[in-house]
């Protein structure tokens, strides 16, 4: 019995030693990992690292053809040029233009045609759209036959000046006794220029008969419309 507080004190020893052991690998796991494939001695701390910001993206450029602006329409579009059917109720004779073949007075056609003191004035089909006044707006020239009382049948050229879109009558032209008009270009790049084919005869050939068909440039010179040359083919009706 002698022995006992001896083997106390050993077996006393050995727990307090059992437990500074296992205090120490717990330790050692607190400390040393961090998951699976983490490196030994290290903290456990994730590997991953946190999500970086976007960059911020730079305002996109609009194209040129979005960024450009309308254009915006011209001062004289083709909408504002004169037409011919605008002709068939225009005034064709004021104190700013006579005819060579009309009586006098205003005179204004109303669906094509004017009628007084035994004269009739009739619109014809031939006409021509274009700048022959020497201003950006496309005028109109066109045809017109005077008939009086007796056998006459007089044929003309009119030119309507364009003002703001209305037709204005502004210079004229007789070709005379029985001499239809064929046609009418008033496109020439040549200002003020005209061209008009019609049928006529020679100075010695009875009015009755047509002989020649003429083709001849007029030049517009308000009030007047005069002819600058001409060139003559044989005419057989």
């Not at 006393?12 to 727990?15: F, G, H, T, V």
């Not at 017109?144 to 009086?148: D, L, Q, S, Y």
């Not at 007789?174 to 064929?182: C, E, I, K, N, Y």
């Not at 002989?211 to 001849?216: K, M, V």
């Given at each position: 019995?002698?022995n006992k507080?001896?083997?106390r004190?050993?077996r006393?020893?050995?727990?307090v030693?059992?437990?500074?052991?296992?205090?120490?690998?717990v330790?050692?796991?607190?400390t040393?990992?961090?998951?699976e494939g983490?490196?030994?001695g290290?903290?456990?701390?994730?590997?991953k690292k946190?999500?970086s910001?976007?960059?911020?993206?730079?305002?996109?450029?609009?194209?040129?053809?979005?960024?450009k602006?309308?254009?915006?329409?011209?001062?004289?579009?083709p909408a504002?040029?004169?037409?011919?059917?605008?002709?068939r109720?225009?005034p064709l004779?004021?104190?700013s233009?006579?005819?060579?073949?009309?009586p006098e007075?205003?005179i204004?056609?109303?669906?094509?045609r004017?009628?007084?003191d035994?004269?009739?004035?009739e619109?014809?089909?031939q006409?021509g759209?274009?700048d022959?006044?020497g201003?950006?707006a496309?005028d109109?020239v066109a045809a017109?036959?005077?008939?009086?009382g007796g056998?006459?049948?007089?044929y003309?050229l009119v030119?309507?000046?364009n003002?703001?879109?209305?037709p204005?009558?502004a210079?004229?032209a007789?070709?005379?006794?029985?001499?239809?008009?064929?046609s009418?270009?008033?496109s020439?790049?040549?200002?003020?220029q005209v061209?008009v084919?019609?049928?006529t005869?020679g100075?010695?050939?009875p009015?009755a008969?047509v002989?020649?068909?003429?083709?001849?440039v007029?030049?517009?010179?308000?009030?007047?419309?005069?002819?600058?040359?001409?060139s003559?083919?044989p005419?057989?009706?």
């Open positions: 019995m002698e507080p001896g083997r004190t050993a006393a020893k050995l727990l030693a059992a437990l500074a052991l296992a205090s120490v690998a330790g050692c796991q607190d040393g990992g961090g998951g983490s490196a030994p290290k903290p456990g701390a994730s590997s946190p999500p910001s976007a960059p911020s993206k730079k305002p996109v450029k609009p194209s040129p053809s979005e960024s602006k309308p254009e915006k329409p011209g001062k004289d579009s504002d040029a004169l037409t011919c059917d605008q002709l109720n225009a004779q004021g104190p233009l006579r005819l060579p073949d009309a007075g205003a204004a056609f109303t669906d094509g004017w009628e007084g035994g004269v009739v004035i619109l014809q089909p006409c759209i274009g022959v006044t201003d950006p496309a109109a017109i036959k005077v008939t009086t056998t006459g049948r007089f003309g030119t309507w000046r003002e703001a879109g209305a204005v009558p210079a004229a007789s070709l005379g006794d029985r001499t239809p008009v064929v009418i270009d008033a020439s790049p040549a200002a003020r061209t084919v019609h049928l005869r100075d010695a050939e009015a008969v002989t020649i068909r003429r083709t001849a007029y030049r517009v010179m308000e009030p007047a419309m005069t002819e600058l040359r001409h003559d083919a005419y057989t009706p």
